[in-house]
């Protein structure tokens, strides 16, 4: 490969809460491993690969300028969003006006929550469920109403059209948040799928808030469909949310941004999102995102995919023939696992926290899966070097699951 995906890097002491967090962040973060254990980070999420060199290159080029006043968002940053939408999502007819700056996805989906329903109504939200979309829904004083996922006869995962559909209309929900690819399942909606999804939608006339912050890091034989893609419909009736940051490591510098269409939602969102002035672009995140979608960056994502593609073929392979009584549907998209440990914890008598505090002790840093809604799962981070995701699942061999 061009791009280095195999050196391990040293986090610590790098503002990196994945490994410099641990113990220090109650009912979130992992506790630190014992005496004689180093630390495997996988749980928060976010990568421990060293990102496409063009983006530090594009800030360092930025930052020898001594001077970082007052800007506007350039024409090289709209063309490269632009560009990086036609060619990864064959997104066509996308303008300048129609992509607005957010301080992340989760301010962006508050900006449209806000603007279209007020706080004590209730938001429709698949579940397992995202922990930011918790947070941010309920801080601001929604109601979450889950419509569970369900597993098919072939183990994967699908919505509940009718579920959706009844729940929309006993609670007078108004605002929906889907997410696609999914957190944390890792499913890559087919086109039917999200076909149907807005076609309940639109019968309860729902504005749809799309989370697509996953879309790149698309699994080897699957393809990201844009929610506005499907239909008319949906591309009016949907804010779609984006970002460089998952794609290429970049969490840290904050800088999403919204695709929004239908003039009447945009001039809602971008109101709401003006007043209270949270909203303006760091002139770095500028240049960290066109960076990021020179062409370099598509060599680099492509190999990237290759890499999670390999890890996660060898994680799920590993759990079906050692950890008995641990479950795992494959994901389609994303870089994370969620563990379904019901049957192994049952026949072992052990609680989820005690399994989970056994991968700690031994560096495993994976995460409660229960702050997702899965009642006995756990969320495991495979974007690390194949070594330690090799390292790890012979740590919870060895000390946790056949110990």
């Avoid at 591309?235 to 941004?257: C, D, E, I, Q």
């Avoid at 981070?381 to 699942?393: G, Q, T």
Wanted: aromatic share 12%.
């Amino acid at each position: 490969m061009k791009y280095d995906f195999t050196s391990i890097l040293e986090r610590h002491n790098h503002d990196a809460i994945a490994v410099d967090g641990l113990g220090t962040m109650p009912n979130f973060a992992p506790d630190p491993p014992k005496e004689g254990f180093d630390v495997i980070p996988m749980w928060i999420a976010d990568m421990n690969f060293p990102t496409v060199p063009t983006i530090p290159q594009a800030i360092i080029e930025r930052v020898q300028h001594p001077a970082y006043g007052y800007f506007s968002p350039t024409d090289e940053y709209f063309q490269s969003i632009i560009k990086w939408q036609a060619t990864r999502n064959g997104v066509q007819g996308l303008t300048p006006e129609c992509i607005g700056y957010e301080n992340g996805v989760l301010g962006g989906l508050v900006s449209a929550l806000t603007s279209f329903a007020a706080p004590g109504d209730a938001v429709l939200l698949h579940s397992p469920t995202y922990i930011g979309f918790t947070k941010s829904i309920t801080n601001c004083g929604y109601r979450i109403v889950h419509t569970p996922l369900v597993l098919d006869e072939e183990g994967v995962w699908r919505m509940d059209y009718e579920d959706m559909d009844a729940k929309l209309k006993a609670n007078k929900i108004h605002v929906a948040v889907f997410c696609s690819p999914h957190n944390p399942c890792g499913r890559v909606w087919e086109k039917w799928e999200i076909e149907k999804a807005m076609e309940v939608y639109k019968a309860n006339d729902c504005l749809v808030i799309s989370d697509e912050i996953w879309s790149d890091l698309i699994l080897e034989g699957h393809k990201h469909i844009p929610t506005q893609s499907v239909s008319e419909d949906a591309r009016n009736r949907t804010v779609a949310l984006y970002a460089p940051s998952k794609t290429f490591n970049l969490a840290g510098l904050v800088g999403s941004y919204h695709i929004i269409y239908n003039s009447y939602l945009r001039d809602r969102v971008l109101a709401k999102s003006s007043k209270c002035h949270y909203n303006d672009m760091n002139v770095l995140s500028m240049h960290a995102l066109i960076g990021a979608y020179k062409q370099e960056g598509y060599e680099w994502l492509d190999e990237l995919r290759q890499v999670l593609t390999e890890n996660v073929n060898y994680a799920c392979d590993y759990i079906q023939k050692h950890f008995k009584g641990v479950s795992v549907q494959k994901p389609q998209g994303t870089y994370m696992l969620f563990l379904d440990c019901t049957e192994w914890c049952e026949t072992h008598g052990k609680t989820i926290d005690q399994l989970q505090k056994a991968g700690w002790d031994v560096g495993v840093a994976w995460q409660d899966g229960r702050i997702f809604h899965g009642p006995c799962a756990i969320r495991m981070n495979l974007a690390l070097p194949l070594s330690r995701v090799k390292e790890a699942f012979d740590r919870l061999d060895r000390y946790v699951f056949n110990a």
